[in-house]
């Protein structure tokens, strides 16, 4: 009987472990924590599920936090300008903020009560990798962005940069009124940013998530700097000042009185380098190491992409591994390179798009923010086209995907811009 290794307890690790148990397949998951300690860690992120990886967790009866009167229901974008560009697009369906404090540890359980095997080990080196290959006819190795991932070759020329692109600052707060409608603010900060406003649902309820992602050196870097554990008043002083500049629609809705960070261990400060990765090692005598998630591709998390990605490389792997086993193929070197391939075909789009909104927006993304800003069709397709990467990435890498959606909404409607005909994106 097939038996799969997997390292790291983050959603990729956890919805393929729930994926392969569903399909009956023997598993066993290696995590540096129990339930317990990822509860009572730090703030690692403030992820947006979205309407696909929703969906997976619906299937995979994972779906604890369906409320459909919590979630996500539009995007508010703004440009900082004179005059100030704005659009408001739907989302549909609707996207899910949700504290991976309180969304793993769950799913942790549930693998667990599903017949899954969970061993409380330490920070995993590459030996212990190679150690694993020996009991496990596949090892995969889902442990986020942390050192273990250097295991597998960086791909040079999929990973443009070697430096972060933006610095980032996140926390939780109490004291800025929810919006009348639950939705993300997008604020744009041309040459310094952005400024994200979100409702997040922690083990305490929902709360106000605000994450700043600083271009190094600018205005909102100061953010991403402060020391986050010495006196809260500090952060929540600069924040305030921060938003009152650059994010008044957020600022208006604040109450100075009652404003404060709702711990100390609810923020965070980090700095990523986009990077991409050969998905897989040889362990020797035949056996095999696969990354999948970040550990395979990390994006900033500017356009919400990285766990959606991580969901969506997950589940095309455990498809893999299922129909590899029922028809009784090795999980060989073969399958590795093909896994290489279609996991890229998956999260490449996200990994294009997001890099390039790291970049000064070209003249062909200004033309659709300032036509969405004129046209709520534009404005609800970009909203709900996050959730189709694929689909972002033609549509934004150049004037002529960017001319042919909006061309779309010339003639007959379609809904999401789908009417386009652009050559398929082959970066
Ligand atoms: C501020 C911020 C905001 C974000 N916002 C979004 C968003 O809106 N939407 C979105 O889709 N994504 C977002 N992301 C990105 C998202 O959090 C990641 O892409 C996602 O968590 C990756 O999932 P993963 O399972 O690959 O890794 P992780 O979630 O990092 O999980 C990896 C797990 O492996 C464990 N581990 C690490 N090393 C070892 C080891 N050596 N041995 C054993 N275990 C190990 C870790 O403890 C962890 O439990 C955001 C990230 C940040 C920082």
Redesign the pocket.
């Known amino acids: 009987m097939s038996s799969i290794g997997i390292?790291?307890?983050?959603?990729?690790?956890l919805q393929l472990g729930l994926f392969l148990r569903r399909h009956g397949i023997s598993c066993t998951l290696?995590?540096?924590?129990s339930s317990d300690e990822?509860r009572s860690s730090r703030l690692?992120?403030?992820?947006?599920l979205l309407g696909s990886t929703r969906r997976r967790d619906r299937e995979l009866g994972t779906n604890h936090w369906d409320d459909d009167a919590f979630g996500c229901f539009y995007v508010d974008v703004r440009v900082k300008g004179l005059p100030e560009l704005s659009s408001r697009g739907r989302i549909d369906p609707p996207a899910l903020f949700i504290d991976?404090r309180l969304y793993?540890p769950r799913l942790l359980e549930d693998f667990e009560a599903r017949g899954g095997r969970v061993v409380r080990?330490g920070?995993?080196a590459r030996s212990d990798v190679e150690r694993l290959g020996q009991k496990h006819d596949l090892v995969v190795v889902?442990?986020?962005?942390?050192d273990?991932s250097t295991m597998f070759p960086r791909d040079f020329d999929r990973s443009p940069w070697l430096e972060p692109q933006r610095r980032?600052f996140?926390g939780l707060f109490r004291g800025i009124d929810f919006p009348e409608e639950l939705g993300l603010l997008f604020q744009i900060v041309p040459g310094h940013g952005e400024i994200f406003e979100s409702q997040l649902l922690t083990a305490e309820g929902p709360v106000t998530c605000l994450?700043f992602e600083a271009i190094p050196g600018g205005v909102l870097d100061a953010a991403t700097r402060v020391p986050c554990d010495d006196d809260p008043h500090v952060v929540e002083s600069l924040v305030l000042d921060l938003l009152e500049a650059n994010a008044p629609s957020v600022h208006d809705r604040v109450d100075r009185q009652i404003f404060h960070l709702t711990s100390p261990g609810d923020c965070?400060q980090?700095a990523?380098v986009p990077t991409a990765r050969r998905a897989y090692v040889d362990l020797g005598e035949g056996r095999y190491a696969i990354a999948v998630?970040?550990?395979f591709a990390t994006?900033d998390?500017v356009l919400?992409?990285?766990?959606?990605a991580?969901s969506r490389g997950a589940w095309a792997l455990g498809e893999a591994i299922v129909q590899a086993v029922t028809l009784g193929r090795p999980l060989d070197r073969r399958f590795c390179e093909g896994m290489d391939e279609r996991l890229w075909s998956l999260v490449g789009p996200s990994m294009h798009w997001t890099n390039a909104f790291l970049s000064p927006p070209p003249p062909h993304t200004m033309a659709i923010f300032s036509a969405a800003s004129r046209d709520q069709s534009i404005a609800d397709a970009f909203a709900s086209n996050f959730d189709d990467p694929a689909l972002q990435w033609r549509i934004f890498r150049g004037p002529e995907g960017a001319s042919a959606f909006l061309e779309g909404f010339r003639g007959p409607r379609t809904r999401r811009g789908l009417g386009m005909t652009v050559a398929p994106a082959s970066a």
């Open positions: 390292v790291g307890a983050g959603i990729a690790g290696y995590t540096d924590r990822i690692p992120s403030t992820a947006a991976m793993l080990a920070a995993l889902a442990s986020g962005r942390s273990l980032l996140a994450l965070m980090a990523i998630g970040d550990a994006h998390p919400w992409q990285g766990a959606n991580a």
